[in-house]
């Protein structure tokens, strides 16, 4: 399955945050999405093949990285209040026409 | 502009009964469309998912129907049970490359 790590974090204003997720195997795609208490997962990009491919309404200071061993990461800089939600990601293998998304059990993030 | 909503946002009902969860979308001309169940501060698990080209899809209790035309989409559980309380979210996928976008759920409570 998908993970992801860690399960809870507390930062400040203005700190960085590296969330780390581990695919499920054999995937070759990698979303993440934002979820606000009470609302539904926002888009935040997606990687295939290791490179960004789509973003949604979010800054640059969201950025993400996708490794060989089918790992990923959300970097997100300068941390704002707002940025307190629940951060899941999403694999899927593209290509293959049926293209479930299997995600992770989220990291949630606390901006003080 | 792609807009999924979700009506009601919350539902209580008795053990036994009937569930029906509503999605509606603005565009018509979606990829697929995926019906997600989610724990208290837990990720998503799917529950089916319905291609374009398809009316419904069934597994075990549930039910979900699509119809692209008027932008819906059902989810049926029949014979209700408490196990079933969590957040229910759909989501709609307009094109090939994954993203995913979603309403802000019906919170179901089954009572004993």
């Known amino acids: 399955g998908v993970t992801q790590s860690p399960t809870h974090l507390i930062k400040t204003r203005g700190q960085q945050v590296t969330l780390r997720c581990s695919s499920q195997s054999g995937h070759n795609t990698v979303s993440w999405y934002q979820q606000a208490l009470g609302q539904g997962p926002q888009f935040i990009f997606q990687?295939?093949?290791?490179?960004?491919?789509g973003r949604g309404n979010f800054p640059p200071r969201f950025s993400g990285l996708q490794f060989p061993n089918d790992s990923s990461e959300l970097n997100v800089n300068a941390l704002e209040l707002d940025d307190s939600a629940l951060y899941l990601c999403a694999s899927s293998s593209r290509g293959t026409g049926v293209e479930t998304q299997y995600f992770g059990p989220g990291t949630r993030l606390l901006v003080l | 502009k792609q807009e999924v909503t979700q009506i009601p946002a919350a539902l209580s009902v008795p053990e036994g009964e009937n569930l029906v969860l509503n999605c509606s979308f603005t565009?018509?001309?979606?990829?697929?469309l995926q019906w997600f169940r989610q724990d208290p501060g837990k990720g998503l698990t799917s529950l089916l998912l319905i291609q374009s080209s398809q009316r419904e899809q069934t597994s075990g209790r549930l039910n979900a129907s699509l119809d692209k035309s008027s932008g819906r989409s059902t989810l049926y559980i029949a014979a209700s049970q408490p196990g079933d309380s969590a957040t229910y979210l759909c989501?709609?996928?307009?094109?090939?490359?994954?993203?995913?976008?979603f309403g802000a759920g019906t919170q179901v409570v089954v009572t004993p």
């Open positions: 565009d018509s001309a979606i990829y697929n």
């Open positions: 990687y295939y093949r290791k490179e960004e491919n």
């Open positions: 989501a709609v996928r307009s094109d090939s490359w994954g993203k995913l976008q």
